[in-house]
């Protein structure tokens, strides 16, 4: 279906000067003057006769033009002569058009060789007829309809070039050059042990269950696997350089056998992926490699490589819980056995087993002889009361009486004075009783080591971290890059994207030349 497309109205009158009453046109007519050709000056020495004047709207684009080229006049006559006199015709269409937006940057985007001349105007013609104006206004139908295509067609031109080529090539790539690469995901979290949990208070219990609680770990985890030193790890275990550095693998994509190890690097940060979750703690890992088995690999090498981390972190902080407490714990119980060790030597020294039972069994030796001197004090004291009594017996009890003081002062003596090769009882009993204090002081002190020591244990395994797998890395049964369609269309949108950009820059930067 053809549409007849709309032309602008234009204004085609003759010349005034031809057309005024009286004026003797010459036989065949007078030559077309055409488009850019000086027009007569107006102040011809042949006097106009008068006839119709031009329009106002005329004289007042005739003003425009003048004013446009640099030319200062008082009134739009005086613009229409100093035009002519430069030899600018100021009802030419060509004149009028610069002063309508539009149709001079029209007119500026055709080149100036292509550009079609302007109709002829006879100015001894009178008005056209229908037929006339008719084949004219299709001539400049069918010269906008030409211009358009010419337009279209360098569009097109331009868009095939800077947008559909690149694509193309793009898409030649990613569906039939790229290496096909196999990416393994596998999941895995840090976690406490169960007696963080039971003996967790306050807000360490509230967080002890969550994410929080091992956020610090899991991202000390997650730099540690994106870090050089893990890449030269993976690197010498399992090859990875000489991986991707197969001839199989497309050029894009493949490292060069002598590449250094910062490239080495740049292509590991791509091709391995690890992300963190602070709400669920769960790191989420993806290893890319051409061969679905070697990705499956690198993922266990790397998970591997992260459970050793995750014991070096809290490796010395145990290490130090504990050998605090044990040092405590061996100090207490060293002194403790030296104290020990000073009451038996006391007992050995002294011959004294316990010092309150010496004292006890010196007590009642006294309290003995001291009954048995009294009782024999007594016998004396009844033997005198006789009138004549018997010498015999009152010397015996009088003996008696003087051997039990003497054991009494001696049982006495022996509490408080020393003898010759051994120390008194009090002495034996204050030594003893210093001893028999400092060791139990020492035992004490050993019970709270000891407690303590249990209490370093149950922190130090608080303390520790292991690593659980929840998703198992699983080697895949599909390549997964490259997605060559949306890879494909992302191309598109990117060229497309500059090519806009482009243009309108240059649209821009013409304008303002222009102006």
């Known amino acids: 279906m053809n549409t007849t497309p709309k032309a602008r109205k ?27 050709e000086i027009a007569a000056p107006a102040n011809d020495a042949t006097p106009a006769a008068p006839g119709p004047q031009p329009t106002g709207r005329q004289l007042r684009m005739a003003r425009r033009i003048a004013q446009k080229h640099g030319i200062k006049v008082a009134s739009d006559k005086e613009a229409v002569a100093a ?68 337009r279209l067609a360098l569009l097109g031109t331009r868009l095939g070039f800077f947008v559909a080529l690149p694509t193309f090539l793009a898409g030649f790539y990613y569906y039939q050059i790229a290496t096909p690469m196999y990416a393994t995901k596998s999941e895995f979290v ?36 994106l870090s050089r030193d893990a890449m030269q790890r993976l690197d010498d275990d399992l090859g990875y350089k000489d991986h991707f550095a197969q001839p199989e693998i497309d050029a894009l994509q493949r490292l060069d056998p002598d590449t250094t190890r910062e490239e080495a690097y740049k292509l590991y940060q791509r091709m391995v992926e690890i992300g963190y979750d602070p709400t669920e703690g769960v790191l989420k890992m993806e290893v890319v490699a051409a061969d679905p088995e070697i990705s499956a690999q690198f993922s266990r090498a790397l998970i591997g ?44 020294q002294l011959g004294v087993v316990s010092a309150e039972a010496e004292v006890s069994n010196s007590y009642s030796q006294i309290g003995a002889v001291e009954t048995e001197l009294r009782a024999e004090r007594l016998r004396l004291d009844q033997l005198r009361a006789n009138a004549r009594p018997n010498e015999t017996r009152v010397r015996v009890a009088e003996m008696n009486i003087d051997r039990l003081q003497s054991e009494l002062d001696d049982l006495r003596s022996n509490l408080t004075e020393s003898a010759t090769n051994q120390s008194s009882l009090a002495r034996v009993t204050a030594e003893l009783a210093v001893a028999q204090q400092d060791l139990t002081t020492r035992q004490l002190l050993l019970q709270q080591a000891a407690q303590q020591l249990e209490i370093s244990r149950i922190e130090a395994n608080r303390q520790v971290r292991y690593l659980s797998t929840p998703v198992p890395p699983i080697p895949p049964d599909q390549p997964t890059y490259p997605r060559s369609f949306e890879n494909t269309v992302l191309a598109f949108l990117i060229f497309s994207g500059l090519y806009l950009m482009v243009s309108l820059t240059a649209a821009i930067l013409r304008e303002q030349v222009s102006s």
């Open 10 to 36: 234009f204004r085609i009158e003759p010349d005034a000067g031809f057309n005024r009453p009286g004026v003797t046109v010459p036989e065949g007519g007078l030559p077309t003057r055409q488009s850019g």
């Open 305 to 348: 490589y992260a459970e050793e981390q995750v014991d070096n972190l809290t490796a010395r902080l145990r290490s130090d819980q504990m050998a605090g407490a044990m040092e405590s714990f061996e100090s207490a119980e060293a002194r403790m056995l030296e104290a020990q060790t000073r009451v038996v030597d006391l007992q050995e």
């Open 83 to 150: 035009l002519r006199a430069r030899g600018i015709d100021p009802f030419e269409r060509a004149n009028m058009l610069q002063l309508v937006p539009g149709e001079a940057a029209k007119d500026a985007q055709v080149p100036a060789t292509q550009r079609a001349a302007p109709l002829p105007v006879n100015p001894l013609a009178g008005p056209l007829s229908g037929e006339e104006r008719a084949g004219e206004i299709i001539k400049i139908q069918r010269d906008i309809a030409r211009r358009r295509r010419r």
């Open 190 to 225: 840090i976690q406490q042990a169960d007696a963080a949990s039971a003996g967790a208070s306050g807000l360490g219990g509230l967080f002890s269950g969550t994410g929080l609680a091992t956020q610090q770990d899991s991202i000390a985890v997650q730099s540690y696997l």
